[in-house]
């Protein structure tokens, strides 16, 4: 059974920076595209990025060039470099596959952007 574990959110000023980690247990992250999605109050879960298999990254407009998404082929870790926060970016962040949401979703972990 595949288990995903977010960590690394909390409370940070505009303009800060979080690393967010999720450790995936059960499968392979090399084995599928992983992306890490967000949940703002109020609102449904939306894709944030995604990694194919071969590396290639992709983000949502609002986060080009201020997020990164990699993973650590060895520790079966996806991670989520976020820079230069805003208020919107306020959500609880979850770790999936993608397009395709394979497993049951992880406790999330909460990001708060706020002075």
């Known amino acids: 059974q595949v288990q995903l574990v977010e960590s690394g959110g909390g409370l940070v000023q505009p303009g800060g920076s979080l690393k967010l980690s999720c450790e995936v247990s059960?499968?392979?992250?090399?084995?599928?595209?992983m992306a890490w999605y967000r949940q703002r109050p109020g609102e449904e879960r939306d894709l944030v990025a995604h990694?194919?298999?071969?590396?290639?990254?992709v983000y949502v407009d609002s986060v080009q060039g201020r997020f990164t998404i990699s993973r650590d082929r060895d520790n079966n870790i996806v991670y989520l470099q976020m820079n230069r926060l805003q208020p919107e970016d306020t959500a609880v962040y979850y770790c999936?596959?993608?397009?395709?949401?394979?497993?049951?979703w992880g406790q999330g972990t909460q990001v708060t952007v706020s002075s």
């Open positions: 999936n596959s993608y397009p395709a949401q394979l497993f049951d």
């Open positions: 059960g499968t392979r992250v090399s084995y599928h595209r």
């Open positions: 990694i194919f298999r071969d590396g290639t990254e």
